[in-house]
């Protein structure tokens, strides 16, 4: 399944029509000239398939089809002699700088034209090209700035429409909670003031009745007790059924995460009384959401949640590639604290489909 941004796609095929069709023109011996065009014609699948997102996640992959691109435009060098193959060089490099360290572009861009002055010199014999060479360093060194600064600008955007996100949870869960907390007040205030003024009211009309045998004492009588009724089930299903909406922030937690798709696995009957446990749970959510953005190379992140024996079990994982020098960091340490303040246990495995954590603390 191809997924490539119509920009990238464009730059790519408007690059290589300008080398292709020029570099074949003037070529009279057919073998050769049907070897260039095969080369020209693998190296656009190559760069196809490495502009795509699909295979980004796979490091072993990019690599290899960059090792094919490097050597499809050497093969280029050594059998036309023209310097139009260093314009897909430039174009290389932009897309290297998506996929591999500064310094592996930096060192690309030395060999590079290392290799092709050498190929003048010794292959085609026209002495030292400084001229082209130099000029195109400058071209390779400034599509890579420039390549570095969109990622800087992309990175940023992503780190704030993230931070702005976890901020929106965090509101909503606190709004969420200050609602709770107001609406036991209420609770309180209706059984502390109006519940006992009722009961005063009650037992004053009652000895009112037994002393005067009047039908309007009895008719209040009858509704101060119906009032009291009243207030008392007000007041315990408050207390019996009210609950944090934890689902619905995690669920616009993960609408609102870019670059890959949040999955909630939650049953529809859960509920959270527990503040303490909903603001653990929000908040392991977003450092697991925002270590998978940084390190995972993932597509796909899920937050799962399940009940059992008066506990909470929360499952978060990924589909991004194993990470064999994984260190526990500040935000994975933080997260072990949280959960062992709460009386839980927090365990990490890093499997060969992703990186997996299980939470679990008591729920009630």
Known sequence: MLRIQKSSLATV???????????????????????????????L??????INDVPNKNHRLNYTLIAISIGLVICLMMMSNSYLYLIYSVMMTSIFAFHTPVIFCIGYIIVIHSIYLLIQFLIWQAGWDIVNTTTFIAFHCFALMLTQKMLSEKNAKEALTLSNTQLEAAHSLLANAAAHDERLKLARELHDNVGHTLTSLIINLDIARRT??????????????AALDTTRNVVSQKRTEDHLDLPSTLIELAEKTPRIAVITKIPKQFTCTNLKVAHCVLRCCQEAITNTLKYAQATQFTIEITSQA?????????????????????????????????????????????????IRVPHG
């Open 13 to 43: 095929l408007f690059t290589w029509l300008t080398v292709a069709l020029p570099s074949t023109i003037g070529i009279q011996e057919p073998t050769l000239l049907f070897a260039i065009a095969t080369i020209h014609g693998l190296f």
């Open 45 to 50: 699948i190559t760069m196809l398939i490495i």
């Open 212 to 225: 005067q045998s009047a039908q309007q004492i009895t008719l209040c009588y009858e509704q101060a007790k």
């Open 310 to 358: 008066e506990q909470l079990i929360l499952h978060l994982y990924d589909n991004g590639a194993k990470n064999n020098q994984f260190t526990l960091g500040n935000g994975l340490t933080g997260m072990h604290e949280r959960v062992q303040a709460l009386g839980g246990k927090c365990s990490i495995n890093n499997k060969e489909t992703g990186f997996h954590i299980k």
